[in-house]
């Protein structure tokens, strides 16, 4: 991508007020999700939120396929880091970690920052059901050394990768696969996917929560927050729906605050 990035944003806010104007179904899904996560404000100002969301899922696009642009110059100037010091406690651990986030601000510039820190970094991804705009998603991913394992086919990787001591990157507030386990999100039931509390359980791994949050003037904060602090009881039903609780209640937490860089555009929760 060519243009200046400033150009490139103004032209992606743009196109994407034309796409929501017409989006019917995807307009509908964010205002449902957003009414559940508060039900007290007017409509107004849901769609205020709303609109704000589209344009910056726009920009998530456009940083997305400028990863190649990446330097260390940008992150120096652009990115705030907050708590990296919680990935060098745990790495000399020797076990390596399991980053938890959400689909919330932008993951996937997250993983790339990190791994161009020089930090191990390995991350899930959902397979594209074409191969080669899967080729293209993986290339940006992996072009600046974010190691990629295809979702459904990733368990032994993923403990080969904590094995190594490297991070485990996994999105944690959406069960693709079908074998997650319910929890109450914002009040309402919905189902999150277990791999995180599972690969903890089992490796006795700390799980990190961290996210990458656009600010208002298209910088970003990097915020690594502390390990979950988890002791097992031994019963693993129980430890499982603990585990996912406690990083529940953090992505509650930043979503609230953040609701406008929470990007889901299906129906989340369903009666």
């Known amino acids: 991508m060519s243009l200046p990035l400033k150009t490139a944003y103004s032209l992606a806010v743009f196109i994407s007020t034309l796409y929501a ?27 205020q939120i709303r609109s704000k969301l589209f344009h910056n899922f726009a920009k998530y696009l456009i940083d997305f396929f400028r990863f190649e642009k990446l330097d260390k110059e940008y992150i120096a100037k652009n990115i705030r880091l907050i708590g990296l010091h919680y990935y060098d406690e745990c790495l000399a651990e020797g076990k390596g970690a399991i980053v938890v986030t959400a689909h919330l601000g932008n993951w996937e510039l997250g993983g790339v920052v990190i791994s161009m820190l020089g930090y191990p970094f390995l991350t899930v991804a959902l397979p594209h059901s074409s191969k080669d705009v899967n080729a293209l998603f993986n290339g940006q991913r992996e072009g600046k050394g974010v190691k990629v394992l295809p979702l459904g086919k990733a368990a032994k990787g993923c403990l080969r990768g904590l094995k190594r001591n490297e991070l485990v990157a996994l999105v944690g507030d959406r069960d693709f696969g079908g074998n997650g386990m319910t929890v109450d999100f914002f009040g309402k039931p919905t189902v999150f996917p277990m791999g995180p509390a599972v690969f903890s359980l089992k490796t006795k791994t700390k ?53 406008e860089q929470w990007y889901m555009f299906r129906r989340f929760w369903k009666e």
């Open 21 to 47: 104007a017409f989006a019917f179904r995807d307009r509908k899904a964010v205002t449902e999700n957003l009414r559940v996560i508060f039900p007290e404000k007017p409509a107004r100002e849901i769609a």
């Open 207 to 259: 799980i990190i929560p961290g996210f990458m949050l656009r600010n208002k003037d298209d910088s970003f904060s990097l915020i690594i927050s502390k390990p979950l602090d988890f002791t097992p009881s031994g019963e693993e039903e129980k430890d499982l729906k603990d585990i996912i609780t406690s990083y529940k209640v953090i992505f509650e937490d930043y979503i609230r605050r953040y609701p």
